[in-house]
């Protein structure tokens, strides 16, 4: 035991300097290799392919192909993409992306010009010169139609066709069905009983100004308003915030007047302009309507914290009131303090409705009849894909695809 003892050390010495001396010569075997790798040019990539990419406005070129042999090996670092007006060049490198990838899309194109692409497998290290593969000529170009979106197209052209075809139906003569508008029936029973009491009635197109949907289709129902205040001689006053929606409001009223045959009862000044403020504008309104007591408001148009107050005024005068907007957050007002109500779209039917003109009617059917389609393309796509993800009906395909742009 002792003497295994003393002799242990020694060798222990003698270990360290056989292992580094092992060491030495296995790393000396890498660098040679590494050196020899980088003076080896990587074999090009295969079957290089360009094309144009199709339902884009032009301008795109993509350029693709199959992996170089020697990605296997690890030479190719990465490909560079060059581009030329010709097979000899000049070469403009367009693009350098790394190893592994197989396709790059050429933003830079110009339509109409053809090209030619050199894919060059680089190397690591840069000492060698990569293999190259040549494509072309091709050339970017637009296209007129999107393919991808069909299911859009065969949309507008159901929607164009209803539209053209109850607006025939129409100018026919054929009675077409709308559901009844409460609110709308009753805009005559208004007018008249303003004429009974021989007080006025206001008619207020929001506090927006004519670049805004809403005013304009408060506008276009003015003008079915004006022509039953004509036929029955009441007094109309169109206060407004906006002095481009007086000045419309005017020309509107005028032409009722003129339609009917009474342009003598025509009054300029019942169609005026207070002011651009939001509540000095309500202000004035509402004091007039304390004083002047009118037997029914129409408020159509876009409003917003001022629809309170108005529709709580009118109410507590006694007026009839019937009101209108697009506005969510203010129909609950309307609906609590407003004799009638029209909710959303029946404010934008409003002029087809009175009027039964046969071209607003056809078009009003005609996109009835088109969100019924819509509907049930919704309804269906539902059902289809429940059964298709949810419980996994065979024989069903992804019923989303066909409303997707490819």
């Known amino acids: 035991m002792s003497r295994t003892v003393r002799y242990a050390p020694a060798f222990l010495l003698l270990l360290p300097l056989s292992a580094f001396a092992q060491s030495d010569s296995l790393t ?7 050196q020899v790798m980088a003076a080896v ?22 350029v693709s192909w199959g992996l170089s042999p020697s990605e296997a090996s690890g030479l190719v670092d990465d490909y560079e993409i060059s581009r030329a007006p010709g097979a000899e060049g000049p070469w403009e490198v367009v693009g350098t992306i790394p190893g592994g990838s197989t396709h790059f899309d050429d933003g830079t194109a110009t339509s109409g010009v053809p090209y030619y692409y050199r894919i060059t497998a680089r190397p690591r290290g840069g000492s060698a010169v990569g293999g190259t593969a040549v494509v072309g000529p091709t050339e970017a170009s637009a296209q007129w139609f999107h393919t991808g979106r069909f299911p859009l197209f065969f949309a507008a052209l159901i929607l164009g066709g209803s539209v053209l075809w109850f607006i025939a139906q129409a100018k026919a003569g054929k009675e077409l069905y709308i559901r009844k508008i409460a609110g709308l029936d009753a805009v005559s029973e208004a007018v008249g009983r303003a004429t009974e009491m021989g007080r006025p009635i206001y008619y207020i197109c929001g506090i927006q100004d004519m670049d805004n949907v809403e005013t304009i289709a408060g506008t276009t129902i003015l003008g079915q308003v004006a022509r039953f205040t004509a036929e029955y001689e009441a007094e109309l006053q169109v206060p407004t915030a906006r002095s481009l929606v007086m000045v419309t409001c005017r020309e509107v009223v005028k032409e009722a007047h003129l339609a009917v045959g009474r342009p003598d009862s025509f009054r300029e000044d019942n169609i005026y302009y207070l002011t651009d403020d939001q509540f000095g504008f309500v202000a004035v309104v509402a004091g007039k309507m304390v004083r002047e007591k009118p037997a029914a408001v129409f408020l159509m148009g876009a409003f917003y914290a001022e629809s309170l107050i108005l529709a709580e005024t009118g109410n507590a005068v006694g007026a009839i009131q019937i009101a209108g907007t697009g506005q969510p957050a203010q129909l609950p007002f309307f609906v609590a303090a407003c004799d009638y109500a029209l909710i959303g779209e029946e404010m934008f039917a409003a002029s087809a409705y009175l009027s039964r003109e046969p071209r607003q009617l056809g078009s009003l059917k005609g996109q009835d009849v088109g969100k019924a389609v819509i509907l049930t393309c919704l309804s269906v796509g539902v059902i289809w894909q429940t059964l298709y ?18």
Not at 28 to 34: F, H, I, K, M, N
Not at 389 to 403: E, I, Y
């Open 389 to 406: 993800f949810g419980m996994g009906v065979s024989g069903l395909g992804d019923f989303a695809r066909f409303f997707v742009s490819q």
């Open 41 to 62: 040019a990587p074999e090009p990539p295969t079957d290089p392919v360009a094309k144009d990419v199709d339902n884009d406005q032009g301008g795109h070129i993509t």
């Open 28 to 34: 000396a075997v890498p660098a040679e290799s590494t």
